[in-house]
């Protein structure tokens, strides 16, 4: 049990509408980073919050958009769905700063489909 | 991007111990070297981590080679609960995890 929680766990949506998953980070944590996971693969960085700014992204279009809010939760926002945006999306918390060991702690994701 | 390499998939006899490699060459001097694994419908679990000297905690050792560019992860007696894929992974910095596509852990019984 990591602390880190993220809701819905399951999602359907259909091509061309907007979602938005959240993620509660674990206590004393001020960084978030989302990741996608196809299936069989190993997950892929989208973006990572940094005390409510925006500290790196991945090659991820702009559609897939994010915040943080002051209490360091966070939001993984995705318009437009494409059917190639089914995936298990993650989110990791971790202590942020100049440190560089980097340890994060995973939720369970959220599976969405795309129909 | 940080790549690294690892076997596709490894089986163990439960209760013996397992021994995970990973190649890293393009490692830069002060990158870490950390493990995650990843249980079945669950998200990745953090493992253990090193830069230069070989670490031990509770769910495993980590064996660092002199020259940094590759590493071991041992399980020292494995368990059914052990299977899972296992990710290898050196740090940048502090921005993001690139992961491969790891080793899937069978654990015979």
């Known amino acids: 049990e990591t602390g880190v929680t993220q809701s819905p766990t399951h999602l359907i949506k259909t091509r061309g509408q907007q979602v938005t998953l959240r993620c509660s980070s674990q206590?004393?944590?001020?960084?978030v980073s989302w990741y996608q996971q196809a299936l069989g693969q190993g997950p892929q960085f989208i973006f990572q919050?940094?005390?409510?700014?925006?500290?790196g992204r991945g090659n991820f279009p702009p559609r897939f958009s994010g915040l943080q809010f002051p209490n360091y939760s966070s939001e993984l926002n995705v318009n437009a769905l494409e059917l190639d945006d089914s995936a298990l999306y993650l989110c990791?918390?971790?202590?942020?700063?100049?440190?560089?060991?980097?340890?994060?702690?995973f939720g369970a994701g959220t599976r969405l489909s795309v129909l | 991007d940080a790549k690294t390499t690892q076997p596709n998939s490894m089986e163990s006899n439960e209760e013996e111990p397992v021994h995970l490699p990973c190649n890293h060459s393009?490692?830069?001097?002060?990158?870490?070297i950390h493990w995650y694994r990843q249980l079945p419908s669950q998200g990745p679990e953090y493992v253990i981590h090193?830069?230069?000297s070989n670490v031990n905690n509770r769910m495993a050792s980590l064996a660092i080679a002199e020259d940094r560019k590759s590493s071991t992860l041992i399980l020292h007696r494995a368990t059914l609960r052990d299977a899972a894929v296992y990710y290898c992974?050196?740090?940048?910095?502090?921005?993001?995890?690139?992961f491969g596509t790891g080793t899937r852990l069978t654990i015979i019984p």
């Open positions: 206590s004393g944590h001020n960084t």
């Open positions: 992974i050196h740090t940048l910095g502090n921005e993001k995890l690139t």
């Open positions: 090193g830069l230069t």
């Open positions: 990791a918390s971790s202590l942020g700063g100049l440190q560089r060991q980097n340890i994060q702690y």
């Open positions: 919050y940094y005390r409510e700014e925006e500290n």
């Open positions: 393009t490692i830069s001097g002060t990158d870490y």
